[in-house]
């Protein structure tokens, strides 16, 4: 068995038996329940991690909106790309604290594709095959970006360069790496994680660790 294949077998098994939650409130904090600061910043995927050059990369939106459309990277940087700084919250337990981001609001984004009124729902695709869901009101919040720079830098290749998606008010999985493709959808559908044993959610304020906690 794979590295790979443990880490992924490691997770499912914590899905099961719900390890990490603390069951504890922390209110109004920063630090959302039973999470510890970091200073790095662990690597986590399935183990492949896709070499994109910039002049390869290309995003492809469809599904329920007016103006499907594929962009580049010469397309993306010539968007208003913004500096924004937020704090990750991973669900195997750290959280790291002002992470200074470039990148082009997902808000901007939305506004240029035109959803239709029955959009939802997306599905976020990544050159490695990995997928993950998110409601439509995740790519509107104001920190949620599709990113470029992480601390004044091309965002590298182990984090998911050159483009990741970043939602930072919800567990990192949600925020994918490499990112490829977005799929506006009018019915919810599971991503990888979320059909692997995690939350649909992932509200970390809210401790939304593991699928067993939907009611
Ligand atoms: N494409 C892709 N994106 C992904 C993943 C992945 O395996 N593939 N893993 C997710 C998980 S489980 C986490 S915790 C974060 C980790 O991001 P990082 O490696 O930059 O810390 O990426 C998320 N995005
Ligand atoms: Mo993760």
Request: glycine share 6%; with cysteine; aromatic share 10%.
């Amino acid at each position: 068995m794979t590295n790979k294949d443990k880490l992924i077998r490691t997770k499912r098994a914590w899905a099961e038996k719900g390890q990490h939650l603390s069951g504890q409130e922390t209110g109004q904090e920063r630090l959302p329940p039973g999470q510890r600061l970091v200073t790095t910043w662990p690597v986590l995927d399935l183990g492949v991690q896709p070499d994109i050059t910039t002049q390869a990369w290309q995003l492809q939106i469809e599904g329920a909106i007016k103006k499907p459309q594929t962009l580049d990277w010469q397309q993306l940087q010539d968007m208003p790309l913004v500096d924004s700084v937020s704090d990750m919250h991973c669900v195997t337990t750290w959280s790291r604290y002002d992470n200074h981001w470039r990148g082009l609001p997902t808000r901007v984004l939305l506004d240029r594709v035109e959803p239709k009124t029955e959009a939802r729902f997306v599905m976020a695709e990544s050159f490695d095959s990995y997928t993950t869901n998110l409601p439509i009101e995740a790519l509107q919040a104001e920190d949620s970006l599709l990113a470029v720079q992480w601390e004044g830098k091309s965002l590298t290749r182990e984090h998911g360069g050159p483009v990741r998606l970043l939602v930072p008010h919800l567990y990192l999985w949600k925020s994918a790496k490499w990112l490829r493709k977005l799929v506006f959808m009018t019915e919810d559908q599971r991503g990888f994680w979320e059909k692997n044993g995690y939350h649909n959610h992932a509200d970390p304020w809210k401790e939304e660790r593991y699928a067993q906690q939907e009611s």
